[in-house]
């Protein structure tokens, strides 16, 4: 079945979209808080991308991090009626889940936890 351009950007948001999008938006604001606590502590970032961030904009890396993935959430928004989209996002959803339960890992075996 062809869609057109038109069809593709309509704005339908479902429960199931519109929680996807604040689970991600949530998990990535919950990812920038818990990576600043893990850095004040002597923890290194692992990720090289915000580790340029962190080293270009120090204690304000947060800032651009949020901004950055929030604004790609935007695409899943705009292509909601695309089944790859929606994948992508849940599979965004999963990744943050994991980060943040590494992260609390960290906190508990490291020098946070004690």
Not at 80 to 86: A, D, N, V
Request: one cysteine or more; a neutral charge; charged letters at 15%.
């Amino acid at each position: 079945m062809k869609t057109s351009g038109e069809d593709l950007h309509q704005f339908e948001y479902g429960v199931g979209l519109a929680s996807l999008v604040v689970l991600v938006a949530g998990l990535n604001i919950l990812d920038a808080i818990f990576t600043q606590l893990i850095l004040a502590a002597g923890g290194a970032e692992c990720n090289s991308v915000v580790r340029a961030t962190v080293d270009a904009y120090g204690d304000r890396f947060w800032v651009w991090k949020i901004a950055a993935s929030s604004s790609l959430l935007a695409l899943p928004c705009l292509y909601s009626r695309l089944r790859l989209f929606r994948a992508i996002l849940a599979g965004t959803a999963l990744l943050f889940a994991g980060v943040i339960c590494w992260q609390l890992h960290v906190f508990a075996a490291g020098p946070l936890g004690r």
